[in-house]
T-cell receptor
Framework: ETGVTQTPRHLVMGMTNKKSLKCEQHLGHNAMYWYKQSAKKPLELMFV???????ENNSVPSRFSPECPNSSHLFLHLHTLQPEDSALYLC???????????????FGPGTRLTVT | AQSVSQHNHHVILSEAASLELGCNYSYGGTVNLFWYVQYPGQHLQLLLKYFSGDPLVKGIKGFEAEFIKSKFSFNLRKPSVQWSDTAEYFC????????????FGAGTRLFVKA
């Protein structure tokens, strides 16, 4: 596998379910991101992890819980979601060096989430 | 708060037509600027980027963008589009003092007629 992979690609869940989205980057990067992409809205940054520490939490409801066990893996744990949470969830990674932070991101294919 | 505005939500062009997609941002400090593209069924990928130096930036597939600091703009151009340029294009801005937070525009859907 190369680049950034995400599983599952599609997920349908009820409002009382608990599920997790998985992201894996094979690029040796040290920062990982979760974004939400809804129809006709800009990409919304949800969380950022740098060197496995959360550095951004963009006012995301607590029903979304991120986890970054190592620099290659990122999870988004979902519980008691609402129908308005239906969207494409994108994972990205970047390589940030001290003094040379470009924030150029590499994206995965996304997980299409439908909450019923 | 920072924001990014893309002027056109949908653009339809014939092959060989010239393209210019507008992007304006609101932030007065030093910025990194990006254009990302999402081809049908594919990942978002970087088209080009500006960090410093020459404000005219060349990217892949014949695309270029010009950073005009006084206008807070970073418009994307291509002299002659092809059918394969049909995609959604996203402008993005990162304020260098803002850490990892990159703000994306709402995107412009380009359809090129063969």
């Amino acid at each position: 596998e190369t680049g950034v992979t995400q599983t599952p690609r599609h997920l349908v869940m009820g409002m009382t379910n608990k599920k997790s989205l998985k992201c894996e980057q094979h690029l040796g990067h040290n920062a990982m991101y979760w974004y939400k992409q809804s129809a006709k809205k800009p990409l919304e940054l949800m969380f950022v992890y740098s060197l496995e520490e959360r550095v951004e939490n963009n006012s995301v409801p607590s029903r979304f819980s991120p986890e970054c066990p190592n620099s290659s893996h990122l999870f988004l744990h979902l519980h008691t979601l609402q129908p308005e949470d239906s969207a494409l969830y994108l994972c990205a990674s970047s390589q940030e060096l001290a003094g040379d932070r470009s924030y150029e991101q590499y994206f995965g294919p996304g997980t299409r989430l439908t909450v019923t | 708060a920072q924001s990014v505005s893309q002027h056109n939500h949908h653009v339809i062009l014939s092959e060989a037509a010239s393209l210019e997609l507008g992007c304006n941002y609101s932030y007065g400090g030093t910025v990194n600027l990006f254009w990302y593209v999402q081809y049908p069924g594919q990942h978002l990928q970087l088209l080009l980027k500006y960090f410093s130096g020459d404000p005219l930036v060349k990217g892949i597939k014949g695309f270029e963008a010009e950073f005009i600091k006084s206008k807070f703009s970073f418009n994307l151009r291509k002299p002659s589009v092809q059918w394969s340029d049909t995609a959604e294009y996203f402008c993005a801005v990162n304020a260098r003092t803002g850490g990892f937070k990159t703000i994306f525009g709402a995107g412009t859907r380009l359809f090129v007629k063969a």
